[in-house]
């Protein structure tokens, strides 16, 4: 019996490879960068499955030139690249990796906090072009995080392990979240939640947000909401690049409305060279690492592996986002 045909859009963990080769007649995109819109309808045209990252837009388009897709497997935790409701129409499963980048996510959010408020990146930059001449009292001044004030925005699984993490330097937390508030986190880890984003925006020392992008979230930080701030506030963003503003980002930043920022994702991936948040010294900019540690990254190709190869098998992925579709 032949084995179903799948495309992998790019190199990840051999252990997940080795799991896809075993069950499937699997082509591997082998380029650094993701296969272009033209190559990757054209690949699509005869599999059963298809493995995909944020990179790769799977909507009607995709579907419709793919008469024989059963599965597609997100290796990630969002799937804002996946049109689910046009997936579930043309009865495919999709699948995600949530829950295992987690405390990955939340540690290099703190270090981009403790990066971003001491300058580091900044220091680093001084030492290497040869600024650094002597200790000097007023040399990078930066911004204590212990017994500061922290506000997270969207206060969900990486926002409460952000909140275990502030514990250690004795900080005062705050959090902001639509979906649900959490008496018990409130109880446990002395949180303290605050209705109005507006409210939290304005007390806190660092803000960091963790929201998925949706309609609701997409420009949730901007103009207003960074006119809120303290201008000793330092703002962090590892969720998803749309949800700042980038023009008011800047604009803030420039003007020292704010202190300084830390991105691990930008509104276009990569960012534009000409960007104007290149030219300035306060903020650091991430190429979308914060899931980047070797165990991390590893499990996340296996969890999407062990899903693409459920669904092939018409048996419910262990982790599914549109589980209706094999519920009918």
Known sequence: MAKPKVFVARKMAQEALDMIADATEMELWEDELPPPRDVLLKKVQDIDGLLSLLTDKVDAELMDAAPKLKVVSNMAVGFDNIDVPEATKHGIVVGN???VLTETTADFAWALIMATGRRVAEGDRWTRS???????????????????????????????????????????????????RKPEEEKELGLEFIPKL??????????????P????TRHLISTAEFAAMKPTAVFVNSSRGPVVDQKALYQALKSGQIFAAGLDVTE????????PLLTLDNIILAPHIASASVATRTKMATMAAANLIAGLKGEMPPNCVNPEVLQK
């Open 97 to 99: 990796t949530p829950g």
């Open 130 to 180: 040869g600024k650094w001449k002597t200790w000097g009292p007023m040399i990078l001044q930066g911004h204590d995080i212990h017994h500061a004030t922290l506000g997270i925005v969207g206060c969900g699984r990486i926002g409460l392990e952000i909140a275990k993490r502030a514990r250690g330097f004795d900080m005062k937390v705050l959090y902001h979240d639509t979906i649900r």
């Open 198 to 211: 507006h409210d939290l925006l304005s007390k806190a020392d660092f803000v960091t947000v963790h929201v």
């Open 213 to 216: 992008l949706m309609a609701e």
């Open 268 to 275: 276009v991936e990569p960012i534009p060279m000409d960007d």
